[in-house]
């Protein structure tokens, strides 16, 4: 029995908690799971998980050894980065998790030059909203913006991110443009729910801020569907602007309350902390900072008046 490779299906079965999962996660039969655990046990001759048809449990001779599993798998990926990190091309399966709107608008489109590039790399690109766990899914890389709880990660700035209220030249036609915001709770308004903030909107002017909860009869998980909704003269609605930039500049939509200023966020290149940084996850930073901009992402040349004050995010 290759003792490694059972340990790493160990770890994976506590992290998935449960072999069925672990299974999914390795693309290999429950059974083969159950049998190189079994196999492990018997060679070390300690029972490691409590079964029952429900969930699995670590014994105390399991919870050992997981912990010291741990260790050793992190040492084996350290050895690889390191040896990676010297190679003149960047080689390897680089797995980034992206949201769904940034990464089509954003991400999808630089990747023809990117692997032209790279011919060694083969990006595995996940595109979701919801807040993954990039250690505990095997995740190299994530795309995220706002807050970033955990310190276990490292974060590298790509650029601002601005938000915005807008709405179609007709709705405002038809309905009028609000002059100050509490003239918002007399509209429809839009809302992005997985937003930090939930539906308040936060407007900054002069030092002042005001804070509205305005009403909304449409309420989404996805930018684009919110940006469809709002083309299609239903209300206002909040945006960043690497959605709403194009049609800013078109004059499909119009900004309102343009002389308040939004919160603010920052577009982060997130991965876990290494003592090695393998050399795949470096060159497509690298390239990300190169295409979008840093401080003036390309999304929001021509937009005036965005702010320069950055809200603070951890």
Known sequence: MNQFSALAVFVEVVECNGFAAAAR???VSTSAVSKRITLLEEHLGAK???????????????ERYFSIALEALSAARAAEDAVTELQGDPKGVLKLSTSTSFGRLHIAPLMSEFMKRYPGITVQMMMEDRVIDLVGEGFDLAIRGGNLPDSSLVARRLAPIHNVLAASPSYLAEY???QIPNELYEH???HYVYYQRGIE???EKDRE????QPAGRFLVNNSESLLETMLGHSGIGRLPTFVAGHYLSTGELVRVFPEYR??????????????????????FI???VEKIGRDQPYWDRGICDLGEEIEAVY
């Open 201 to 203: 909107w936060s407007l």
């Open 262 to 283: 939004m919160p603010q966020q920052v577009m982060y290149a997130v991965y876990p902390e290494r003592r090695y940084l393998p050399a795949k996850v470096r060159v």
């Open 209 to 212: 801020t005001a804070r509205i």
């Open 188 to 190: 429809d308004c839009l």
């Open 286 to 288: 690298e390239y990300l």
């Open 48 to 62: 490691l998980l409590h079964r029952t048809t429900r969930k699995i449990s670590l014994t105390e001779a399991g």
């Open 176 to 178: 009028g443009t609000p």
């Open 25 to 27: 996660k390795l693309k």
